[in-house]
């Protein structure tokens, strides 16, 4: 039952990513989705977080109202965390910053350059689908 709710997810993933770099939004239905999924993975390891998801959506909340980050971006990471054994949150949190940084001078790099697009938004969804699955891949 976690490979089959893991491998949906992980689907679900890649179809937001698809839809963050074509529209920079990660759709609400996936996120759902994906929130439902993970709960179910909670109750696969007998282990639901929350204390973490709390405190992530409420520092996400203020970096979204300073507009550091997009609202898309902390619902996804708070809907996976939801289901994250947690002794992998921080594998997590590493690699996505480290995909992040990278992502973010590569885009920006890209939309000044090569496709004259002054959009200073990043697709952040991709950075969090592969520190997810960095941090996810030893549990499947």
């Known amino acids: ?8 997810i992980f689907s679900l993933l890649a179809v937001s990513c698809v839809t963050d770099v074509l529209y920079r939004t990660i759709k609400n239905n996936f996120v759902s989705l994906i929130f439902i999924s993970s709960c179910g993975l909670a109750f696969c390891f007998s282990n639901i977080n ?3 998801p709390l405190l992530f959506l409420l520092i996400g909340f ?3 109202v300073v507009g550091i980050i997009g ?6 990471i708070v809907a996976l965390l939801i289901g994250m054994p947690q002794d992998h949150i921080s594998m997590f949190f590493f690699a996505m910053g480290c995909l992040g940084s990278p992502l973010a001078i590569l885009i920006t790099m890209l939309s000044n350059f090569f496709l004259k697009k002054k959009d200073r938004t990043i697709p952040f969804g991709i950075a969090i689908t592969f520190g997810y699955i960095a941090a996810m891949w030893g549990v499947i």
């Open 62 to 64: 203020i970096l979204t």
């Open 1 to 8: 039952m976690i490979q089959i709710l893991t491998f949906f």
């Open 50 to 52: 929350v204390l973490v």
């Open 71 to 76: 609202a898309g971006d902390i619902k996804l």
